[in-house]
């Protein structure tokens, strides 16, 4: 008998192969926008359904503007960072600015159905497909 | 040309760990500023994902640990189509250059972002040195 081991690096293994083999796949390739502008964005399917997540971390919420349309997504917003006055610094890696973002999607969207929700540094969109875009069964008579 | 510069993607950099684990995951290593005032030393460690009670945080033989670990319930049923960052774990590790009071140390995590503050003993205080 084999037993499973239900643990969770296992699972995160899983993930991480999984997001690894559908880097910078060529979902987008036929769009006009590219990979690589910040920010960083991850696409999944749920569903019939996409999910845009992107890594944010430390941003007023009232400074992103979301913006959708048929098949595109623009996502701006500004990064802050500050200092107290006064300081010494040792390291300073994090980056800050404004950014502008366009993502062209191979599907169509309703966009009235968008969501989104930013949480920890996480901002996640939800892309309901249109019910147009989905797929139908074609019943044989 | 547009006098507004555009914001550049930071690739993750991945931990090195010491010794490998059996099983080959990934952790990664939080973005980082670090800054000192008189009394205090401020880090500031940017962990997108990390729920509060998911942060561990010590401070041993004067080297700080800061550890933040992903709720990946999130991700599940999800089927990755396109992506362009991995995730993972976070951890990293300082060699504190001043002596800490260790019951006093401040964490607050916001919006991905964890801010620590580590007081400084008496003794580790600058003293101003005057030049004869």
Do not use: C
Request: no cysteine; charged share 30%.
């Amino acid at each position: 008998m084999i037993t499973a081991f239900a643990d969770p690096f296992d699972a995160l293994v899983n993930l991480q192969r999984s997001l690894e083999a559908r880097l910078a796949s060529d979902w987008l390739a036929d769009q006009t926008t590219s990979q690589g502008p910040f920010p960083p964005i991850n696409v999944f399917q749920q569903g019939s359904d996409l999910l845009a997540i992107i890594e944010l971390p430390g941003i007023d919420k009232d400074s992103l503007q979301i913006q959708a349309q048929e098949n595109t997504v623009r996502i701006a917003g500004k990064k802050t960072v500050s200092y107290p006055e006064g300081v010494s610094v040792h390291r300073r890696e994090r980056i800050f600015g404004e950014f502008d973002r366009t993502l062209s999607l191979p599907v169509q969207l309703e966009p009235d159905g968008i969501k989104a929700e930013y949480r920890d540094g996480i901002l996640a969109l939800f892309l309901p497909r249109s019910e147009r875009d989905k797929p139908r069964t074609i019943k044989i008579s | 040309m547009d006098a507004k510069q555009e914001l550049q993607v930071q690739q993750k950099r991945e931990l090195d760990k010491k010794e490998e684990g059996t099983i080959p995951v990934r952790a990664f290593l939080p973005t980082a500023d670090i800054y000192e005032s008189q009394d205090a030393l401020k880090v500031v460690l940017e962990m997108p994902g990390v729920e509060k009670g998911n942060v561990d945080v010590r401070v041993e033989d004067g080297v700080l640990n800061v550890e933040g670990r992903l709720d990946l319930t999130k991700y599940q049923g999800l089927q990755p189509l396109y992506t362009e960052y991995n995730i993972g774990h976070y951890s990293r590790s300082f060699r504190l250059s001043n002596k800490i009071n260790q019951d006093k140390i401040g964490a607050e995590l916001k919006e991905g972002v964890l801010s620590l503050t580590l007081p400084k003993v008496e003794e580790a205080k600058p003293r101003t040195i005057q030049v004869n």
